[in-house]
């Protein structure tokens, strides 16, 4: 913010300049290197790597507490396995289109859009493959090929698992760092049931991974069910997670299918019931990527650079030794002694011993947003103290008698302030729509659409009426939000009360 | 072992027929299901992948403790960055040929056979893209691709680096899970340096972090410095570590690469030295994959299943409580107790309390080859024990007072039984090749070469007498092992006094 040191640095502004501040932050900090030769196919840096790995982690925890087990796929798929798929995703369209019951329809024609957006191997080494293989965009089609091996009776359900692995899309849209990649970091948990009650009940376990993850990374969400012609091919339903970014573009950094028994209906996917019957599986999947620490680095940031939830922050603490020429005290052994104490105590502790102005060593640690600085010079060590200094803003000395506490409480203070940083933003981008008037059979909006916002409103109505709200304000149906309206409203389009709150987004 | 059960089951019997026995037990024991539709790439399933995930979490440790820092690179490499890597190839197979310095030669042609190795995507959507892409099968290129815009002076070096990723190779031959597969889980380190001298010690750490993983995973190795004409493209020599299977071949489970300055040369990486001159870095690469894990399987399973070395068993302990009618003892509330003791002395620990029959239970934690097996029945409370069963033979009763001490020295006792059967193996299986005789210029073998054998001889021949050897024993040279004969010893085929100890084996 006007630091000169900073402008020749070249830091854009965050607020001025979203769109070049983001890209130029994510090299800066050296999370990412975007000069590898593919576009879209970023090299991840040690601390890109490790800040993911961090979020990973609290993925496999979450996992583990829920009785998830890891498998690993192969990355490749036969072309003739996705028979089946498009034959359902076929089916289900025109099923929706003509309103009828999908099972009453046989469809044989490949519709899916799916071809189109991945990468195929046809050739290894010097031969043509007889049958083609693409990289996995997702892996249902690979895993549902293994799951009527792996269930036979209900003894054998619930079945789930989940990997991380790298996925693929052949991205023709602009790329941005961790939001639009051609490889995905990804993760996705797929789950057969018995029935579809536990099947729904299987979403919302996973809704409320998603907030406990969501409130850890310190990021408000919007979870949205999505419209019908934005659920996931083979859905029975779709539940979106958005983060809101700061420029007030939603980024969907997770998502919950209900697949009833589409998909294994497609698939054979059946078990023996209690009465020696063979029934159709009810299936889920939760999928999140990389985008979850796209949505990290740009909510948090500011003009000096990221700031990273003390949570997943691969160095929670810096400590620089105040090097003073004339001194006897020996600060860098204090230093790795404050060091060895925290880390006894569960933190990511770095000192920074190197020989650097502390103007250097300063600017180096806020552009890779490290929550808690402590300064330890002979004055501090003097006084028995280290000198914190709060990624979020404030300075105080701590007690090195008491460090252990005294720095958790400051990591928890930073993750505070940006939670409440991040629903103060959530609060002033969620407006009421403007309202809309139907004269003579022509609707029309009273009022403007404002950029960076995002609307909530009361709807009871028909699809038309949806076209017509997307296309009066150029936004995109997030769905109905999970968070309803606590009292029925009027309908925006129909006046019919309701509690139904849809939200509407300029989306990534 | 002749139990009725077993044969019923149908595990082939080890020693008799290895060959059969392998592919069995890593489907018995839920490694991976191989019933995926692409010959080579199995699915992992949990149980595999833990105790993958285990070694993984060995080489992370070791990674750490040297300073080495984790990346993520791209799995596609586009064609065009390949032509710098086969200028090099080609370069130093003709210097080799002719016996010339590889700095004098300018040569233009394709030599590289790795193309024939790769797995190709040269269409993504509905287009063929301009420039064809491969899978990696090993990440040179991509990396070296850029270290030139990582390193710029003497203090960016040493760099270390290291990944673990999918990486793919089209087999030809048979494939075998772990052994030989399609899509490996491969790890891989690579370095960069100042001096050639700082590259040669890097090898050396990387052997001492072998050894120790080795020791780890209780598997024997030999370390020899491959051969020339089995030198890696690129290399000024390359070391591999290989396993000795149970049928007496030989297994490389990891190999280094010291590549001096010739890799730098081809991808123009340098850095500013003291004296600001422009030098180009000495470069190693250390690589290990899920071969570790086939050798673990291989080694040491028996014709009950396998046996998990304890250090990376996915569960050290199981814990059987003994369900008796007519007592009230809950053994499996019990049974939970001494698990959460175990466990918070940080032991994978399961407590099976399925309501079968005991033989049942003990047959599948026996086919996973958990180490350690307690049943707790009322009876044994009443004593204040726990029965433990060993994997590696042995009963005793162990007191639950003291049950992390003693469950500990019960893991080191079957860590050191594999150890010692695997010591034992290998001086079983390695022999002094039988002597050759040469009149009047013919040579001739006098003795036998005998299956599952390696063979271990002095040798400061040529390359011609190499030649002879492995025509006459239909073996392959490993090289010279790192562990030289402590006295000199005349040469096989020269007479010449050498420690130099040259190996012989089928290979894997």
């Given at each position: 913010m006007g630091n000169p040191a900073k402008a020749k640095r070249g830091i854009p502004s965050k607020v001025e300049d979203f769109n070049a501040w983001y890209p130029f932050i994510v090299e800066a900090a050296d999370?990412?290197?975007?000069?590898?030769?593919?576009?879209g196919m970023d090299v991840w840096r040690p601390y890109g790597w490790k800040a993911m790995r961090q979020i990973d982690s609290l993925t496999h925890k979450e996992m583990d507490r829920t009785g998830h087990e890891e498998v690993n796929f192969p990355l490749l798929i036969p072309e003739d396995l996705l028979e089946k798929e498009n034959a359902l995703v076929a089916r289900l369209k025109r099923a929706r289109e003509e309103g009828v019951d999908p099972d009453e329809l046989r469809v044989e024609e490949d519709?899916?859009?799916f071809k189109k957006e991945v990468y195929w191997v046809k050739h290894a080494g010097e031969n043509e493959l007889d049958v083609p293989m693409f990289l996995r965009p997702t892996s249902e089609t690979a895993m549902y090929t293994m799951f009527p091996l792996w269930?036979?009776?209900?003894?054998?359900?619930?079945l789930k698992v989940y990997q991380m692995v790298n996925t693929f899309r052949y991205e023709t849209k602009q790329t941005r760092s961790f939001?639009?990649?051609?490889?995905i970091h990804f993760f996705e948990a797929h789950t057969a049931h018995a029935t579809e009650e536990d099947a729904t009940e299987q979403i919302q376990q996973d809704l409320e991974i998603v907030d406990k993850i969501m409130n850890i990374l310190c990021l408000p969400i919007i979870k949205a069910k999505r419209p019908i012609w934005d659920t996931f091919p083979g859905a029975h339903y779709t539940i979106g997670i958005d983060a809101i970014m700061p420029n007030g573009r939603t980024l969907q950094v997770a998502s919950c299918h209900h697949y009833q028994d589409q998909w294994a209906k497609a698939f054979d996917i059946t078990y023996e019931n209690l009465d020696a019957k063979q029934q159709h599986v009810h299936q889920t999947t939760y999928g999140m990527s990389e985008r979850l620490l796209g949505a990290v680095v740009g909510m948090h940031g500011d003009d000096s650079g990221l700031i990273m939830p003390p949570a997943i922050a691969p160095w929670q603490v810096v400590i620089c030794p105040m090097i003073r020429k004339n001194?006897?005290?020996d600060t860098v052994a204090i230093s790795h002694d404050v060091a060895d104490t925290l880390r006894n105590a569960g933190l990511r502790v770095h000192v920074d011993s190197r020989d650097l102005h502390p103007g250097q060593k300063y600017y180096d640690w806020e552009i890779k947003g490290v929550p808690l600085r402590l300064d330890i010079g002979p004055r501090d060590v003097a006084e028995g103290n280290a000198f914190a200094t709060k990624r979020t803003g404030g300075k105080e000395p701590l007690s090195i008698e008491s460090i252990v506490s005294e720095a958790n409480r400051c990591l928890d203070d930073v993750a505070d302030v940006l939670r409440a940083r991040s629903i103060q933003h959530m609060d002033d981008v969620i407006q009421p729509l403007p309202a809309f008037v139907e004269i003579d059979g022509v609707w029309s909006m009273q009022g403007e659409i404002e950029d960076g916002h995002i609307y909530e409103f009361a709807f009871a109505g028909t699809d038309a009426h949806s076209e017509i709200i997307e296309r009066a304000t150029g936004l995109t149906f997030l769905g109905d939000a999970t968070d309803e309206f606590e009292v029925p409203q009027p309908c925006h389009m129909t006046g019919i009360e309701t509690t139904r709150r849809v939200l509407l987004a300029k989306t990534y």
């Amino acid at each position: 913010m006007g630091n000169p040191a900073k402008a020749k640095r070249g830091i854009p502004s965050k607020v001025e300049d979203f769109n070049a501040w983001y890209p130029f932050i994510v090299e800066a900090a050296d999370l990412v290197d975007k000069r590898y030769p593919i576009k879209g196919m970023d090299v991840w840096r040690p601390y890109g790597w490790k800040a993911m790995r961090q979020i990973d982690s609290l993925t496999h925890k979450e996992m583990d507490r829920t009785g998830h087990e890891e498998v690993n796929f192969p990355l490749l798929i036969p072309e003739d396995l996705l028979e089946k798929e498009n034959a359902l995703v076929a089916r289900l369209k025109r099923a929706r289109e003509e309103g009828v019951d999908p099972d009453e329809l046989r469809v044989e024609e490949d519709e899916a859009g799916f071809k189109k957006e991945v990468y195929w191997v046809k050739h290894a080494g010097e031969n043509e493959l007889d049958v083609p293989m693409f990289l996995r965009p997702t892996s249902e089609t690979a895993m549902y090929t293994m799951f009527p091996l792996w269930i036979r009776s209900h003894k054998d359900l619930p079945l789930k698992v989940y990997q991380m692995v790298n996925t693929f899309r052949y991205e023709t849209k602009q790329t941005r760092s961790f939001i639009r990649v051609r490889e995905i970091h990804f993760f996705e948990a797929h789950t057969a049931h018995a029935t579809e009650e536990d099947a729904t009940e299987q979403i919302q376990q996973d809704l409320e991974i998603v907030d406990k993850i969501m409130n850890i990374l310190c990021l408000p969400i919007i979870k949205a069910k999505r419209p019908i012609w934005d659920t996931f091919p083979g859905a029975h339903y779709t539940i979106g997670i958005d983060a809101i970014m700061p420029n007030g573009r939603t980024l969907q950094v997770a998502s919950c299918h209900h697949y009833q028994d589409q998909w294994a209906k497609a698939f054979d996917i059946t078990y023996e019931n209690l009465d020696a019957k063979q029934q159709h599986v009810h299936q889920t999947t939760y999928g999140m990527s990389e985008r979850l620490l796209g949505a990290v680095v740009g909510m948090h940031g500011d003009d000096s650079g990221l700031i990273m939830p003390p949570a997943i922050a691969p160095w929670q603490v810096v400590i620089c030794p105040m090097i003073r020429k004339n001194s006897d005290v020996d600060t860098v052994a204090i230093s790795h002694d404050v060091a060895d104490t925290l880390r006894n105590a569960g933190l990511r502790v770095h000192v920074d011993s190197r020989d650097l102005h502390p103007g250097q060593k300063y600017y180096d640690w806020e552009i890779k947003g490290v929550p808690l600085r402590l300064d330890i010079g002979p004055r501090d060590v003097a006084e028995g103290n280290a000198f914190a200094t709060k990624r979020t803003g404030g300075k105080e000395p701590l007690s090195i008698e008491s460090i252990v506490s005294e720095a958790n409480r400051c990591l928890d203070d930073v993750a505070d302030v940006l939670r409440a940083r991040s629903i103060q933003h959530m609060d002033d981008v969620i407006q009421p729509l403007p309202a809309f008037v139907e004269i003579d059979g022509v609707w029309s909006m009273q009022g403007e659409i404002e950029d960076g916002h995002i609307y909530e409103f009361a709807f009871a109505g028909t699809d038309a009426h949806s076209e017509i709200i997307e296309r009066a304000t150029g936004l995109t149906f997030l769905g109905d939000a999970t968070d309803e309206f606590e009292v029925p409203q009027p309908c925006h389009m129909t006046g019919i009360e309701t509690t139904r709150r849809v939200l509407l987004a300029k989306t990534y």
